[in-house]
């Protein structure tokens, strides 16, 4: 496991309780000094990939990390879910171009 990230970022320079905070207010302060690191990308990616639950990783929480998570396993699934033949990406069916008329009319 590739870790050598880890020394570069502004983590090492903290406790590491400050990133496994018990409230709001702690994420908020482990966001500040995410914001600027250098390794935030490759530290979220980490805790993705290892499916990390606790503390804050590459700036995100456990909420926001599990949310990515969703978004990318539905993502992942509209790529590999088949076309309808005969249906361009965005067609609501036969009635899409079908002008509304009025019952006055």
């Known amino acids: 496991m590739d870790t050598e990230w880890m020394a570069r970022g ?11 905070p018990s409230d709001g ?12 690191c250098p390794v935030k990308g490759p530290c ?15 700036g995100a ?7 990515i998570l969703k978004r990318r396993r539905g993502a992942a699934a509209l ?3 088949p076309a309808v033949p005969g249906r361009v990406e965005g067609d609501a069916g036969p009635d899409r171009d079908r002008t ?3 019952p006055a009319a």
């Open 61 to 67: 929480s456990e909420r926001e990390r599990r949310r």
């Open 10 to 20: 502004n983590c090492a320079h903290e406790p590491p309780a400050m990133f496994f």
């Open 44 to 58: 979220l990616e980490h805790a993705l990939a290892h499916r990390i639950d606790h503390g804050v990783w590459g």
């Open 25 to 36: 207010v702690g994420v908020e302060v482990a966001r500040r000094i995410c914001a600027t």
């Open 100 to 102: 509304p008329t009025c």
């Open 79 to 81: 790529a590999t879910t």
